[in-house]
């Protein structure tokens, strides 16, 4: 049993923002298998069959910052450990367009990653970290970077880099890490460089703060 959890902010104003990003890579992945889901430790939830490997989708529907309720849950209730937890997610140090795929690591501001190890207990869970960018210096801050749509141009890379990222979930169910790094992490990715990307493992930054819905 393996659990394939996308992270992302529920409600229809949040669907299309960059900080859903983790919620449509899952939801594509989903949809290639006809998934059912349904709703459970405050998340939808859904059991799928890939090529004889059971997975079970989870996209929690708390906010961002209490994701890791969702996620701990139905890895106790399945007794998944946290190498068979693999979290997709938007990540602002990575351009539009790159995927990449990693285990470990801090959360880079990042509130859904950073609730998620603090309910699992740990930060060795494997990740498919998903590029929005960063705002430009003329653009709003953080906050409404992640939470705006993309725009018509990122957007267009934005679902190319989806069919990767599914592509990184497929190859990661059946054969691990290293046979999805293989994959997403040596393949050319086109991206756009809104702005230069700060340095690969620099998480000094302050990580977006989380918005509460209204309505």
């Known amino acids: ?12 104003q949040y669907a299309r923002t960059r900080h859903n990003a983790g919620f449509r890579v899952v939801d594509a992945f989903g949809d290639s298998l006809a998934a059912s889901f349904g709703e459970r430790w405050q998340a939808r ?34 007794r998944v450990e946290p190498n068979d ?21 801090g959360d880079g501001g990042h509130r859904g990653i950073r609730s998620i190890i603090e309910q699992l207990g740990t930060a060795e869970f494997p990740r498919i970290r998903v590029g929005v960018g960063r705002p430009g210096a003329q653009d709003p801050g953080m906050i409404d970077h992640v939470l705006s749509p993309f725009s018509a141009e990122e957007l267009e890379v934005f679902e190319a880099a989806q069919e990767r990222a599914v ?8 054969g691990g890490v290293p ?17 230069k990307p700060s340095c690969p493992g620099d998480e000094s930054h302050p990580g977006p703060q989380d918005r509460k819905e209204v309505g």
Do not use: Y
Request: charged share 25%; with cysteine.
């Open 85 to 105: 937890v693999l979290v997709v997610h938007d990540d602002v140090d990575l351009p539009p367009g790159r995927i990449l795929v990693k285990v470990g690591g």
């Open 179 to 195: 046979k999805a790094q293989n994959r997403v992490n040596r393949r050319g990715d086109p991206v756009i460089r809104l702005v």
């Open 167 to 174: 592509e990184g979930i497929e190859d990661w169910v059946i």
């Open 45 to 78: 939830t859904a059991r799928v069959s890939f090529r004889g490997e059971d997975v079970v989708l989870v996209e929690p529907l708390t906010f961002m910052n209490l994701s890791g309720h969702a996620v701990a849950a139905a890895a106790r209730f399945f």
């Open 1 to 12: 049993m393996k659990l394939v959890c996308g992270l992302g902010n529920p409600g229809a």
